[in-house]
Nanobody, 121 residues
Framework: QVQLVESGGGLVQPGGSLRLSCAAS????????MGWYRQAPGKQRELVAA???????NYADFVKGRFTISRDNAKNTVYLQMNSLKPEDTAVYYC???????????????WGQGTQVTVSS
């Protein structure tokens, strides 16, 4: 019923930039918070950044000043601009959306399939 499709991952050198995108589609009534999480090998999934429908943002300390989250509500799309990338940013990045389906009274979390980001020289 709902798909979150991520794009924009890849291989980049330290200090470089990447922009991730995630588009939500399906029978969506309303999307509340959208965010990006990441999971490195052997580690737990962790929040990177999140943004509400009103534009309020929240960032993990380890990306403050380097990453910027934004969204286009008309396109049900969230973006993550990643600058000054470090090798420790290497992980699979997952898109998350808290949304309500058409005809539903409940809000649930949905996840994308993940996109690999590798920072290496």
């Amino acid at each position: 019923q709902v798909q979150l499709v991520e794009s924009g991952g890849g291989l980049v050198q330290p200090g470089g930039s990447l922009r991730l995108s995630c588009a939500a589609s399906g029978s969506i009534f309303s999307i509340y918070t959208m965010g990006w999480y990441r999971q490195a090998p052997g580690k737990q999934r962790e929040l990177v950044a999140a943004i509400t429908s009103g534009g309020s943002t929240n960032y993990a300390d380890f990306v403050k000043g380097r990453f910027t989250i934004s969204r286009d509500n008309a396109k049900n799309t969230v973006y993550l601009q990643m600058n000054s990338l470090k090798p420790e940013d290497t992980a699979v990045y997952y898109c998350n959306a808290a949304l309500t389906l058409r005809g539903s009274l409940f809000t649930n979390d949905y996840w994308g399939q993940g996109t690999q980001v590798t920072v290496s020289s």
